[in-house]
């Protein structure tokens, strides 16, 4: 006895399923910069930190057949609690290229904004935590960043912003 159906409906969507093929061809920080704010001029007593971290995200198509390059944007600043003094700030931008094939073009925007930086995530997680501590601060462990959330969130400020620019009828 078997145990897919007989109209084949099972193997079909595994077929379907298997067809979507992303690869990360390569990683690489395309800009950065780290300023030690407290270094540099020097903070009174013992500074407990409050951070920020501002995300965006890029993607663009490259011109080999089928490579994307996925790009996360980190804006991090940290101030004093107490006078909102700067500690430091922490701007990178992280870049994937991939190789994706079998996304249909109506989901291509966002499985490069949703799936491609979730790979990516990890690997700039590990970057921002070295150069905090190298710079001479406790190493900054960043959250897991929800992208599916992000790309929503930006899916309604844009059609916000549309249905503000359209005129009232």
Do not use: W
């Amino acid at each position: 006895m078997s145990d897919t159906p007989e109209n084949g409906a099972a193997p079909a969507q595994a077929a379907q399923a298997q067809q979507v093929k992303s690869r990360v061809l390569a990683q690489y920080i395309r800009d950065m910069s780290f300023e030690n704010i407290l270094a540099q001029k020097g903070v009174q007593g013992d500074a407990q930190p409050e951070i920020q971290v501002q995300v965006n995200l890029d993607a663009r198509k490259r011109t080999a057949e089928n490579q994307f390059e996925i790009i996360t944007k980190l804006n991090i600043t940290s101030k004093t609690k107490e006078k909102g003094e700067p500690l430091f700030v922490l701007e990178i931008e992280y870049a994937g290229v991939f190789q994706v094939e079998g996304v249909p073009d109506e989901q291509m925007h966002p499985y490069l904004l949703i799936e491609c930086p979730r790979i990516t995530f990890p690997f700039l997680r590990r970057i921002v935590s070295d150069v905090t501590r190298d710079g001479g601060f406790p190493p900054l462990n960043l959250e897991t960043i929800d992208f599916l959330a992000l790309y929503r969130t930006e899916l309604a400020r844009r059609a916000e912003s549309e249905k503000a620019k359209a005129p009232e009828q």
